[in-house]
């Protein structure tokens, strides 16, 4: 990426603007290769999800997310540019995109802000290939036109917009120009009052029998195919109205601050929301990140019950084994990357809203070389909502849940241009399809595992999404 000496925010006029996106459209005629061009400026305090709503296009890809609990959000609507990839090399594939798309960049502003310069969002599916008419392909990635995001007490907006030898100079500088007029003095627009009066009415149905899927995998790991395997369960849920997934969006990351609320658009108007406790891999200057969560307990009505179900959770066998499986295969599956993970000898205890999980936190410094996708395509998917060992776990669960997960369990994120990025897991989620809701949940199935207990606990995770749709 190509860092101009410019300061967007100076000399910040029409004319000024238009002399610069010339300046860009003669790189790209002697280059004979469009550029991307990344304006990045600082604006007063604005609420990415407020901005997203109010210009929300059902039409337009878009991206969020966020952690409320640290004060951090980034936004993207609309495509500058994207592609699609599928089959075992797709993460290398969006790191080939990403590349050529960083070494034909023109970059302006302060790109020290937290969440300056292009971001490129990312949604892998759970599995390499996706079945014929799902909502999202294997992977996909793009740079918005308009980026919002706020860190703390800064909130940084991002213009991004493909400038090709042929471009109309004009149409450029007027869209840029209204862009930049609205996030400097941006006013939200209420949302407009329902058509139909009352509340909605919703009718629920779940997909497949749960108990008989699990008690299937309990044969297979008797029969020693795999040690565990994750199986989920799909509830759908439909409304007389149509579902607005920011709105949902909004009680989600109300509810749950700990967690990665977020929201994944397509062009054709379909949305996969949620509120995910598990992040799957961040790096920051070098710094991997990651965690083993795997276990689960319900949270208590008092202090005093939930600290018993919670040193019960510490003390179990079946949880602290199948933790474990998860631990054991982030630091498998980074060795060939010459990754050494640091982490503490005993798991610990994650409480969100409703449910506890073991926790383990993992660092690692990234050796030269190494890059988050690297990683990525190491760690994902992880036994916590695969199996182990892996390959026949995962092998086998299309076949036992009945319904293609899509990007639920899928991993997604974003990357900046300097390389760092963070990726989480799609959990407690739901695809929305205009007035339909699919649901998902699910749990890891060890030897012990009980098919009564494990849908007790998957529709204690049902309860994210379902709150927010039925509250």
Not at 203 to 223: Q, S, T
Not at 395 to 407: D, S, V
């Amino acid at each position: 990426m190509t860092i101009l000496p410019l300061d967007p925010t100076a000399n910040a006029n029409p004319a000024a603007l238009g002399s610069f996106l010339r300046q860009c459209r003669d790189a790209a005629a002697r280059d004979g290769q469009p550029k991307l061009v990344s304006i990045t400026v600082t604006v007063g305090a604005l609420d990415p999800l407020a901005v997203l709503e109010s210009i929300f296009e059902p039409g337009e890809p878009h991206f969020y997310t966020e952690r409320p609990s640290l004060q951090s959000a980034v936004s993207g609507a609309e495509v500058a540019v994207a592609h699609t990839a599928a089959g075992p090399g797709r993460f290398a594939a969006v790191q080939a995109f990403i590349d050529r798309t960083l070494a034909n960049t023109l970059a302006v502003g302060d790109l020290s802000a937290p969440f300056s310069g292009p971001h490129f969002f990312t949604a892998f599916a759970f599995q390499d290939e996706v079945e014929p008419g799902e909502a999202f392909p294997a992977a996909r990635v793009f740079v918005p036109r308009w980026q919002v995001a706020r860190a703390g007490d800064v909130t940084t907006a991002v213009a991004n917009l493909l400038v090709t030898p042929e471009a109309d100079l004009a149409q450029l500088t007027e869209r840029v120009w209204r862009a930049h007029g609205k996030f400097r003095g941006f006013r939200y627009q209420a949302p407009v009052a329902e058509a139909s009066p009352g509340r909605p009415a919703f009718a629920v149905k779940d997909a497949g029998d749960y108990r008989a899927a699990v008690a299937c995998g309990l044969d297979r790991i008797a029969a020693g195919e795999f040690r565990k395997i994750v199986v989920a369960r799909a509830r759908d849920i439909g409304s007389d109205r149509p579902l607005h997934p920011l709105r949902l969006l909004n009680g989600l990351r109300q509810r749950y601050p700990d967690c990665y609320a977020f929201s994944v658009g397509n062009e054709r108007g379909d949305s996969f929301i949620g509120a995910s406790p598990e992040r799957l891999v961040r790096v920051s200057k070098g710094v991997l990140e990651t965690e083993a969560l795997a276990g689960s307990a319900p949270r208590g009505a008092g202090a005093s019950e939930d600290a018993a179900l919670a040193d019960g959770l510490q003390h179990s066998e079946k949880d602290l084994r199948e933790q474990r499986h998860v631990l054991d295969s982030i630091v498998r599956r980074l060795a060939p990357l010459g990754v050494v993970p640091e982490f503490p000898g005993e798991p610990g205890i994650k409480r969100l809203a409703n449910v506890q999980h073991l926790h383990t936190p993992v660092t690692a410094e990234l050796p030269a070389g190494v890059r988050l996708l690297d990683a990525l395509a190491q760690l994902h998917p992880t036994p916590a909502v695969g199996g182990t060992p892996r390959e026949p776990a995962v092998a086998r669960i299309r076949e036992l849940e009945g319904f293609p997960r899509g990007l639920y369990a899928g991993a997604l994120g974003w990357i900046n241009s300097r390389g760092g990025g963070e990726f989480f897991v799609g959990l407690r989620s739901a695809l929305i399809q205009g007035a339909t809701a699919r649901l998902y949940a699910g749990a890891g199935i060890v030897a012990g595992s009980s098919p009564d207990r494990e849908y007790a606990e998957t529709e204690l995770k049902f309860r994210a999404m379902q709150d927010a749709l039925l509250g």
